[in-house]
């Protein structure tokens, strides 16, 4: 048992009752889908802080004494076997999630199994689950458009300039 779990145990005899509702939320979601999350980013830019990101958010409302992450996040480090069918691969585990979080910056943008992935999620589940996570670069947002403002706009890539129609 680490320290910090033997320190929190003498404070907290019961999980915390405000983290009730999150764990059940999170176990709508797990019986759906195999990951609440799928995190698309650049190896080159954005690997350190992704493999933060995932272990943060494995680290999420889980009460000291459970070992299993209640929050399930696909990394293609951690979670992808070699495979001669890489793209058909990455396609599963996309459709086994629920939420695109991509890492957004210019490298990013120009990676193409990002872009890939991508256009991939706004064919197939739409702007609505997906969330940037702006990692270097910029994007600007022209409200008279209701667009991205592309010529200020860096850390995104062509495929996000008009989404497939869902």
């Known amino acids: 048992m680490r ?22 939320s999170l176990a709508r979601m797990s019986a759906r889908l195999r990951y609440q999350a799928f995190i ?3 190896h080159t830019g954005d690997s350190k802080l992704a493999r933060a990101l995932q272990s943060s958010l494995q680290r999420f409302a889980r009460p000291w004494y459970r ?8 990394r ?12 058909a691969s ?16 210019p490298l990013s ?4 199994w990002v872009n890939r992935e991508v256009v991939w999620w706004l064919k197939h589940r739409g702007v609505a689950s997906m969330l940037l996570l702006v ?8 409200h008279s458009k209701s667009d991205f403002d592309w010529s200020r706009t860096t850390a995104l890539a062509q495929p996000a300039r008009s989404p497939p129609a869902r």
């Open 3 to 24: 320290n910090d779990q033997v320190c929190l145990r003498r404070y907290v005899s019961e999980p915390l009752p405000e983290l009730a509702g999150v764990r059940k």
């Open 40 to 42: 698309s980013y650049s």
């Open 67 to 74: 070992l299993a992450p209640l929050v399930r996040v696909f």
């Open 76 to 87: 293609d480090e951690t979670s992808l076997a070699a495979d001669p069918a890489l793209w």
């Open 90 to 105: 990455i396609e599963r585990h996309l459709g086994q999630s629920e939420w695109l979080l991509l890492m957004a910056s």
């Open 109 to 112: 943008a120009n990676s193409f």
């Open 135 to 142: 990692t270097d670069g910029d994007i600007a947002w022209d």
